[in-house]
Nanobody, 123 residues
Framework: DVQLVESGGGSVQAGGSLRLSCAAS????????MAWFRQAPGKEREGVAS???????VYLDSVKGRFTVSKDNAKKSLYLQMDSLQVDDTAMYYC??????????????????WGQGTQVTVS
């Protein structure tokens, strides 16, 4: 079964940094489309950053210039470097993967597998 496990969340002060990691497993081939999503209490889930073929990235406008998404296709790992964190970044962060193997990778790709989430709290 496909599994994704996030780690690296925690509590930080505004202006601080965190690095999230996602380890995917359960499939034999590498993927070129992975993404981070987040959901705050009382809010809709929103796409934060995706990373596709050739490490092409798509970012939520509010995190541009502050967050950097990267991945290692061979390791099936996804990362999110979060700098200059703001209180509004507080949310549960989820990792997702598109295993379709085709199509444009964006925050609206075919993400059918999700991790359990890691909490990020900024105060």
């Amino acid at each position: 079964d496909v599994q994704l496990v996030e780690s690296g969340g925690g509590s930080v002060q505004a202006g601080g940094s965190l690095r999230l990691s996602c380890a995917a497993s359960g499939y034999s081939y590498t993927t070129n489309c992975m993404a981070w999503f987040r959901q705050a209490p009382g809010k809709e889930r929103e796409g934060v950053a995706s990373n596709g073929d050739g490490d092409a990235t798509v970012y939520l406008d509010s995190v541009k210039g502050r967050f950097t998404v990267s991945k290692d296709n061979a390791k099936k790992s996804l990362y999110l470097q979060m700098d200059s964190l703001q209180v509004d970044d507080t949310a549960m962060y989820y990792c997702a993967v598109d295993l379709s193997g085709y199509g444009y990778c964006s925050l609206w790709a075919d993400f059918r597998y999700w991790g359990q989430g890691t909490q990020v709290t900024v105060s």
